[in-house]
């Protein structure tokens, strides 16, 4: 039983394509968020959902377009792909920051990688 | 803007090493710091999550250390075994809304 877990894992598409990733966790927490590895293989946030509500949006240009139905997933769409956005995705959840003794560890799924050509 | 790192970027140690490497951070706004571990084709996996200045924790072989006046964590690994290998990445929160900052990582390779 995978706790979170991505679709697909690969992803090959032609420049000004629009493409979707898809998360779901099965962990039942709060927030999920949305990480792209750079070429330096940084991982940064993109965005991060609790509950549904978006609550961080970083400088993400606006192709990208983060949509979470429920508390369980949170998918990301990219309208008008460009080669510079190639890179891995992960997507990853915690149980909901601050409000108690709980650890705000995150737990990630296993990565998207887009190939934009 | 706020920077993590992480030295080495890459360690090379015989089985049976000890071996340990160094998170840096901002002091200020300092809210907690993070240990993943992440294996090849794997996805990243908590270690540690570390809040209090002077805090140790421990899981097994490897441990770590917390210094948040001067900005730094240290991750130790003792007896390090080949299936220890795999990137160690650290991570600061510096507020209460999730956000983490992750280093670039400290790859290491533990060879038999």
Partial sequence: ?117 | ILNVEQSPQSLHVQEGDSTNFTCSFPSSNFYALHWYRWETAKSPEALFVMTLNGDEKKKGRISATLNTKEGYSYLYIKGSQPEDSATYLCALSYNQGGKLIFGQGTELSVKP
Avoid at chain 1, 8 to 31: A, F, R, W
Avoid at chain 1, 76 to 96: K, M, P, R, T, W
Wanted: proline share 3%; aromatic share 12%.
């Fill in chain 1, 1 to 117: 039983d995978t706790a979170v877990s991505q679709t697909p894992k690969y992803l090959v598409t032609q420049m000004g394509n629009d493409k979707s990733i898809k998360c779901e966790q099965n962990l039942g927490h709060d927030t999920m968020y949305w990480y792209k590895q750079d070429s330096k293989k940084f991982l940064k946030i993109m965005f991060s959902y609790n509950n549904k509500e978006l609550i961080i949006n970083e400088t993400v240009p606006n192709r990208f377009s983060p949509k979470s139905p429920d508390k369980a997933h949170l998918n990301l769409h990219i309208n008008s792909l460009e080669l510079g956005d190639s890179a891995v995705y992960f997507c990853a959840s915690s149980q909901e920051w601050g409000r108690t003794t709980k650890t705000g560890e995150l737990f990630f799924g296993e990565g998207s990688r887009l190939t934009v050509l």
